[in-house]
């Protein structure tokens, strides 16, 4: 006889402002033991360095995680001018200095406009992915170094927060808001800033403040999470659905939810959706006000489940 679960069966997302210093897992599991729950799952992982929101998604909320990973992201993030380590940022070993050279205000501004927009940007060495089914990060610690195709990535917003130039306390750093889409690095996107600049440049620190329709402001601390009842970390929880909400909505009748849910196709009215439907489109199906889970809908109207989700136990 198999093992019973001795956790629950709780359903939702948190957002959790990560702090300095653990890995995404790590704080993954400390607060998936305060709700006890039996599955869990994070979307996007924040190095140890980086700080910020960290969506955690527990029971039937792993099902949209993978979706969540493609939002846009938005970060804050101080960069030391004139230092270059082998990780991209202040964990890694200095492996080399160069002299920052006179720069005003107006000459980042230059700099900094040649990054908005589309580019082609190389990963890191250190990143989690994989050449010939090795992550490159385990490649980089046994000294390798292996040829990485650029990836099309776009900077929407690029802004320059402040500058402390060699004479102020903290010195040569920048401070940037940088607003990029999925597959960005921070990193990489600072080194090649600094090599543009003629003096190179690491991540001193990085804060995400933004993922996709979420903010930091809607973040919890793990201190914060600690104290809380049963209850109020219940109430704190975001319903699965919510990160689905850019989606077009439909309504199915009692007999269609039942069709879908034995996994069979249905004919819909596709005059009753607002979002005109040009191409064959993710749609999210409710059944009166119980969210269903995602179906396929074609030119034709007809719709086919593609992620179903159980919500009897789901926690509001």
């Not at 700080?51 to 939002?71: I, Q, W, Y």
């Not at 489109?281 to 995602?294: I, K, N």
């Amino acid at each position: 006889m198999a093992k019973r679960k001795s956790g629950l069966n709780v359903h939702g997302i948190i957002l959790l402002d990560k702090r300095l210093g653990v890995s995404s897992n790590k704080a993954l599991q400390e607060v998936r033991r305060l709700f006890n729950a039996n599955k869990a799952g994070h979307t996007g992982s924040l190095d140890p360095l980086a700080t910020g929101l960290l969506p955690l998604c527990f029971g039937e909320a792993t099902k949209v995680s993978a979706l969540m990973l493609d939002d846009d992201k938005r970060y804050q993030v101080i960069a030391q001018l004139g230092v270059m380590t082998d990780t991209g940022d202040a964990e890694g070993q200095v492996i080399e200095s160069k002299p920052v050279p006179e720069l005003s205000r107006s000459d980042i501004q230059l700099c900094l406009e040649k990054f908005k927009g589309e580019i082609d940007q190389v990963p890191p060495m250190y990143s989690a992915l994989k050449h010939n089914g090795k992550k490159l990060y385990e490649l980089a610690r046994e000294g390798q170094i292996v040829d990485r195709k650029a990836r099309r990535i776009t900077i929407y917003e690029l802004e320059l927060l402040g500058f402390n130039d060699s004479k102020s306390d903290f010195s040569n750093q920048l401070m940037l808001d940088v607003s990029c889409s999925k597959g960005t690095y921070i990193r990489s996107l600072v080194e090649d800033i600094g090599h543009q600049l003629g003096c190179g440049a690491t991540v001193t620190q990085l804060r995400r403040v933004a993922a996709g329709k979420f903010t930091i402001d809607q973040t919890y601390t793990l201190e914060q999470l600690t104290v809380m009842s049963e209850s109020e970390l219940y109430k704190a929880l975001i319903k699965v659905d919510k990160p689905l909400e850019g989606f077009p909505l439909v309504m199915l009748s009692d007999e269609q939810a039942k069709a879908i849910n034995y996994g069979q196709s249905i004919a819909f009215d596709r005059s009753l959706i607002q979002e005109p439907i040009l191409e064959p489109a993710l749609v999210r199906m409710y059944q009166d006000e119980a969210f269903l889970g995602l179906g396929e809908m074609g030119l034709d109207g007809r719709i086919a489940p593609k992620k179903l989700f159980n919500m009897t136990t789901i926690v509001d």
